[in-house]
């Protein structure tokens, strides 16, 4: 099965060449598509930028039930309202479409590493009502692990907060 983390937008510029950005995003960030949002180009490193996962953007019906200044508990009705989108798809057939992308990928790149997938959000691992956690819990509930993806420089960083006692793990709790 394929490798599949999660990441946000801002560490695309760590990403290896065989490492694969999907947005998951309603909206994605003007430097991530070339021209309009759907358009892919290749950056610098050799990694594609501009593929998205439409599948799994929260629907926009439910995007109003958050807001920048939300006071509401965690879960919060939007989490709560994406999780029920989530648990309506197939998982499997994500996880099929994930491979089919990094293969025909690989096989275009000619790369010889094994294609790993990244999903795409706007928060920080910090944030706590946003996309990420609840597509974690959908795929943990999937059997499958989405661990957090951080460039090798930033995971020395999350051992010695560890090892201070911040609680801050690759999850982002």
């Known amino acids: 099965m394929i490798q599949i983390y999660i990441s946000y937008f801002y560490q695309i510029r760590f990403f290896k060449k065989n490492m694969i950005p999907i947005s998951t995003a309603l ?3 003007k430097w991530y598509y070339n021209g309009h949002q759907g358009h892919f180009y290749k950056d610098h ?3 594609y930028n501009g593929l998205r996962a439409d599948i799994l953007n929260p629907p926009k019906d439910i995007c109003g039930e958050c807001g920048k200044d ?3 508990q965690i879960p919060c009705n939007f989490m709560l309202n994406y999780k029920k989108y989530l648990n309506s798809l197939n998982f499997s057939d994500i996880v099929h479409r994930c491979e089919n992308i990094g293969n025909r990928i690989k096989l275009l790149e000619n790369f010889t590493e094994e294609p790993i997938i990244v999903l ?3 928060e920080k691992t910090s944030c706590k009502c946003a996309e990420r956690p609840v597509l974690q819990e959908w795929f943990k509930e999937n059997n499958y692990e989405l661990k957090e993806w951080f460039p090798e420089k930033q995971k020395s960083l999350y051992i010695k907060y560890d090892i201070l006692g911040d609680v801050l793990d690759s999850t982002g709790k």
Do not use: E
């Open 27 to 29: 909206y994605d960030p």
């Open 45 to 47: 490193n050799g990694v």
């Open 70 to 72: 939300c006071s509401q």
């Open 120 to 122: 795409m959000v706007h």
